[in-house]
């Protein structure tokens, strides 16, 4: 058993730097091994300058609250062949667990692999069980024998376990082989500020997509790269002998089951897997389907007996069973090869967190793809950014309860941690999200500096102001951060969706069920602005739509004319401006006529119109003649001077040109009728002015 490490809302391990213009301060926290304080503070000019390096009292106000004891320890269970998993336990909820609200402790997994030709070990635990792992690992191999060291994923949190481990090593003991990711890389090589020189011990190799590596007797592991943005440096590994597949993140939990394996099944760890998977990889669900993607798991192998089999013999069984398979199912007959190639067959998923996944496997994977399937279904209709940073898990646990509170409602989460995320990728979240929170400790009287960059980059962006927000974070007491991000934020004009959340030091219950039910409510505000915003949209789409159409259209001009048509003694006639030519031969003109003209009914097929050109000169006089109203039988053409035409036309004075038509066919187009007619007579009688033409606005009228 072994005293945790975890600080709680206290000081811990961590370097922020809080600064503004007219004060500026900086705090160095360091390890809590290091009891002492270096407070500097100079006044000079009104400004103060301040640097603490401290685990004791925080520079104003009572201390936060002391780390909570965690008690914790490592067991080390048989898997598979040559194969271990080092399955550190804890019952008490751990630092990254105060973001997650299930209660049901955690197991943090590393694994061991003893091949012929040589040891590896896969990923180092939490600082929390650092003693316990490296005396549990000893009990298994000698520390200077373990050849390799793969690692899923690294980050500070683990650097104690592996800087024991290495401490553990003899001088002469060869460097340690490390597979990882390049991002794991770097995080590895920052061991050196923590121990100069340390990463001396270590031979890191980056793995590429694909990269295989030969422990031997079969042991042959292949290296998958899972980055996301949450865990850049994200990297699985399969071993070819024991069909085992490391996932770290992916299909883990939180939960300190005695069971070491996933006995119950779906019934025993459905909630848990659920649960991580809302918590930690709904927000990156994209990278997680990528993930899975890159991972060909075709089947757990049932029906092969492995019974005194070892190594590359249990690579042989599978081999032959696949191959049967396969040819059972493309009808191959005896003797044709079928090829297995790049398919994983899994018999076991050994995640970073929780019980090793068996009989569950297809089950499990099917989920996830269904998981990650619909959050990005969700995440197409609506998203909010939960933008935080947090020293000792209090504001990282507020941000949890209200990303819950979101994803009950059925919005999609973009959780980015500060620390780990520049002020432009949260410019570019903050873009393409339709909402955000935003949560701050308050250190040193202020956010921290992740946090004002970010709070900057949001200011920054003119269309963030549509957007619901929030905010919120944890305090000792006096808690100016959620002050100044409520005040900012109120005076660039944004809209909160919720009121702001102030916590003091750890959320209590009722505080996290405040924080998911202000999540819920920033998640129906931003649904009713979406809603609003595609009503509007398609409004203006549907008018810009149409304008731009009917602008194109009111371009396609004709000649401003004056129709006249005679039947006997019933006479009409009617502005006319959609008017062309139609042929050459006979010289023929197409004349449209709404269906509701008075003249519709005189210029049937068959029927004759006289059409009078009007120009430039006149046009409006003529024109406002004719768009008055007229009572039924009324004759249009009173004032206007007229003549009669060899065949019956009426030609107006005005016209600077008239054309003696027939109709030669009517089509009915909408609500118009289209006249071709023939021109048959016809005289330009005014050459010196230009023909009018009627410029329209839209298309939607005359
Ligand atoms: C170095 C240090 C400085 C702090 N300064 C303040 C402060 O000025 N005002 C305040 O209200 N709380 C202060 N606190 C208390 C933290 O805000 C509190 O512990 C909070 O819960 C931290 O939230 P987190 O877990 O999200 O980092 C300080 C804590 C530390 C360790």
Not at 46 to 73: C, F, H, I, N
Not at 669 to 696: C, F, M, P, S, W
Request: aromatic share 6%.
């Amino acid at each position: 058993m072994q005293a945790g490490r975890q600080a709680n809302g206290g000081p811990g391990d961590r370097l922020w730097l809080c600064s503004q213009t007219s004060s500026v301060q900086a705090f160095r926290v360091v390890t809590a091994s290091k009891h002492r304080q270096v407070a500097r503070r100079a006044a000079d000019g009104g400004s103060v300058q301040a640097t603490l390096e401290t685990t004791e009292a925080p520079p104003r106000g009572p201390p936060p609250s002391a780390p909570v004891k965690q008690e914790s320890e490592v067991r080390v269970v048989d898997i598979g062949p040559d194969t271990f998993s080092l399955r550190g336990y804890s019952q008490d909820r751990l630092k990254f667990e105060i973001e997650y609200n299930l209660k049901r402790g955690t197991t943090n997994n590393s694994y061991l692999i003893q091949a012929q030709d040589g040891t590896a070990l896969i990923d180092v635990p939490d600082q929390a069980w650092t003693d316990a792992f490296v005396e549990q690992l000893k009990t298994k191999v000698g520390i200077d024998d373990i050849t390799y060291l793969i690692l899923g994923h690294f980050s500070p949190k683990r650097a104690d376990s592996l800087v024991a481990l290495l401490k553990e090593r003899s001088s002469n003991a060869p460097p340690l082989k490390v597979h990882c990711s390049n991002p794991a890389r770097n995080a590895l090589l920052e061991l050196d500020n923590k121990e100069p020189g340390l990463t001396e011990k270590l031979d890191i190799k980056v793995a590429k997509a694909g990269d295989q590596l030969d422990l031997g007797g079969g042991h042959q592991l292949r290296f998958f790269l899972t980055p996301t943005p949450r865990w850049p440096d994200g990297m699985m590994t399969y071993d070819a002998a024991s069909k085992i597949l490391y996932t770290h993140k992916l299909f883990s939990a939180h939960v300190a089951s005695e069971n070491d394996f996933d006995r119950g099944g779906w019934e025993a760890f459905g909630v848990d897997w659920k649960y991580y998977f809302d918590c930690m990889l709904a927000p990156v669900a994209r990278q997680a389907a990528a993930a899975l993607e890159k991972l060909p798991i075709a089947a757990q192998i049932k029906g092969v007996s492995y019974a005194g089999l070892r190594g590359v013999e249990i690579v042989k069984a599978d081999a032959k069973f696949i191959s049967q398979v396969l040819r059972s199912f493309l009808k191959l007959p005896e003797g044709e090869p079928a090829a297995a190639e790049g398919v994983i067959v899994v018999k076991a998923l050994a995640p970073i967190h929780g019980p090793v996944v068996r009989s569950t496997v297809t089950e499990l994977v099917r989920e996830y793809r269904e998981w990650t399937a619909a959050q990005i279904q969700l995440a197409t209709e609506a998203s909010i950014a939960v933008i935080y940073a947090s020293a000792y898990g209090n504001t990282a646990a507020l941000a949890q309860a209200i990303s819950r509170g979101v994803s009950k409602a059925g919005v999609s989460i973009e959780t980015v941690n500060c620390e780990q995320s520049s002020a432009s990728e949260v410019a570019e979240i903050v873009s393409r999200s339709d909402g955000f929170v935003v949560g701050s400790p308050t250190l040193g009287g202020h956010m921290p500096t992740p946090v004002q960059l970010a709070l900057g980059a949001i200011l920054k962006d003119p269309d963030a102001r549509a957007k619901p927000c929030g905010v919120f974070g944890s305090f000792g007491w006096s808690g100016e951060a959620v002050d100044e991000l409520e005040q900012r934020l109120k005076d660039g004009g944004f809209d909160f969706a919720f009121p702001a959340i102030r916590c003091k030091f750890k959320p209590t219950e009722s505080m996290l069920q405040t924080c998911e039910e202000s999540g819920t409510d920033l998640a129906q505000a931003v649904r009713k602005a979406n809603t609003r915003a595609r009503k509007s949209k398609e409004k203006t789409a549907t008018s810009l739509a149409s304008s731009a159409v009917e602008q194109a259209v009111g371009r396609v001009v004709g000649s401003l004319c004056v129709l006249v048509s005679r039947d006997g003694d019933a006479e009409s006639a009617m502005l006319a401006s959609w008017v062309s030519q139609a042929s050459f031969n006979p010289p023929g003109l197409t004349v449209a006529v709404a269906k509701d003209r008075a003249v519709e009914g005189l210029v049937l097929e068959g029927g004759r119109f006289t059409l009078n050109v009007l120009g430039q000169d006149n046009a409006g006089k003529v024109s406002k003649q004719l768009l008055k109203p007229f009572k039924p039988g009324e004759a249009r053409l009173q004032g206007l001077e007229t003549q009669e035409t060899e065949s019956g036309g009426v030609v107006l004075n005005d016209a600077i040109a008239y054309l003696d038509c027939m109709v030669k066919s009517r089509m009915e187009t909408g609500d118009h009728y289209v006249l071709y007619a023939i021109a048959e007579n016809g005289k330009l009688q005014n050459d010196r002015v230009l023909t009018a033409v009627h410029y329209r606005k839209t298309g939607a009228r005359y």
